[in-house]
Every structure is written in C-alpha cells, then in structure tokens.
C-alpha cells in the first residue's frame, strides 16, 4: 500500500470514505484499495467501526486493524466479503476522536520533559482516555513528573495550531531532535510525516492528531513508577 492509499495520513477528520476490496485472507479478513481506519501502532490503537457493503447494504463490524507485510488488514466481524466488491468504510467516530486528542498529548508531554531532561521514549501506549509513556530518564522523582503535566496543561491552552507536512528522510534529518524516540528514525522511511504543534514541538509521526491543542482538554497526572535502570514510566489521564 502506498502512503497515498492510506487516507487517515493526510485527514484525520475523514469519517467516512469509499474503496475496493482488493484481497480476502482467512474470509473475514480484507485488505482495501485505499483506507481511512488506522491500525495499531506507534503505540495508538487501532480504529473500529463499520464496513458496508454498497450493492446490498451488508453491514460488517471492523474488529482489528494492524500492519502485515506492508499491507493493512481489516479483520470484520463475519465472513461474506469478497474481492472486488465496493464498499464504505465508517469509522467509530469516538472511538478516533479519543485516540486523536491523547496523541497529540502524548507529543506535548513528550517535548515538555525531552526540553527539562533530554529523555527519549522507549516506549507508549495511547488508549481512549488514558496515556503512558516510559523515558530513558536517570533520575527518578514523582513530584518532577507531575510539574511536567502542569507545563503540558500550560502549552494546551494555548491553542496552538497542529499542521503536518512531508519531508524526504534526508530533509527531515535537518530538523533537529525530530524523533523523540530512543530508536530515532528508521532507515526504511523514505517519506517521512512531520507533525508540528505550533513553534513548540516537531515530531516525525505516523499517528492521527487533532487540529488545535484546545481539543485535548485537561490532562490529570495519575501516577509515575520506576521501572528499572533509566526507565521512568508517567501515567495520565484526560478529562472525559
């Protein structure tokens, strides 16, 4: 699949859309021409929602979506898709919109703590309303982490604008610190997607994002654990 047929890269806000399927696998798995529903990774889940069918209005329920060899599989509820037919992919709207404003949290926290500690990620997981994300941080210190959610509340307040642009992998390596994982950015990404929040944060990233910081709401610190040699883990929440 190229960048071009994955929808949900370019429109966030895209909730409903219209493709080919193009193969069946295991009869309840599809893979689509082009698609808007997001599959699990980067540590944010996969989207849900409907599949229906346009000559007869056959509604399927999208269970799972995840990466394969480079092809993104749509696993539905029961079996009768076959290849060829047209159909409407729905997204569970509430479902998006949640993962949307806790991603683009997780950017600002993120920033927020790599510009006090120059931590990396090591690790995150981006859910409805919940977030964690673990750092390549020495020290350890409780109260620390939850002054770094006040200064993110700080920056959502802002309002600040959330734009994405592409970039060659050789021109998103002019940008300083634009990985903010410990990983850095993979050689395989020849065209790279970069998520701007306002002039405070650059970040290459594949995930889906709301336009304005505002959207995300209040963050709540939860809790912060050590887990072990550099490896400090946050817990947040945000305000339903």
């Known amino acids: 699949i190229t960048m ?5 890269l370019y429109d966030h806000y895209l909730k409903e859309f219209e493709a080919t399927i193009t193969d069946v696998l295991e009869e309840n798995k599809i893979i689509l021409n082009q698609t808007a529903f997001y599959p699990t990774s980067g540590g944010q889940s996969h989207d849900k929602g409907t599949i229906r069918r346009i000559v007869d209005n056959k509604h399927f329920e999208v269970l799972n979506v995840y990466k394969r060899e480079g092809k993104i599989i749509h696993e539905v509820d029961k079996v ?3 290849k060829a037919d047209k159909i409407r992919g729905i997204i569970d709207w509430t479902r998006r ?3 949307m404003r806790a991603h683009t949290a997780a950017h600002i926290i993120s920033e927020v703590i790599h510009k006090e500690t120059r931590a990396l990620i090591t690790g995150n997981q981006i859910g409805e309303s919940k977030i964690r994300i673990d750092f390549s941080l020495e020290n350890f210190n409780k109260e ?4 770094y959610i006040n200064a993110a509340n700080k920056i959502i307040a802002q309002d600040l604008p959330v734009t994405i642009e592409f970039l060659s992998h050789e021109g998103a390596l002019q940008i300083p610190e634009i990985s ?3 990983i850095g950015l993979p050689e395989s990404i020849q065209q790279v997607r970069i ?3 306002g002039n405070f944060d650059v970040q290459a990233d594949g995930g889906t994002h709301v336009k304005s910081t505002k959207e995300i709401g209040k963050l709540i610190f939860l809790n912060a ?3 072990g040699k550099n490896n400090r883990r946050v817990y947040v ?3 339903p």
């Open 4 to 8: 071009e047929e994955i929808l949900y």
């Open 80 to 82: 009768g898709l076959k």
């Open 97 to 99: 919109y949640k993962h």
């Open 144 to 147: 620390m982490f939850k002054q």
């Open 180 to 182: 903010k994982l410990a």
């Open 195 to 197: 998520v701007k929040i």
């Open 225 to 227: 654990e050590n887990k």
């Open 237 to 239: 929440q945000i305000e």
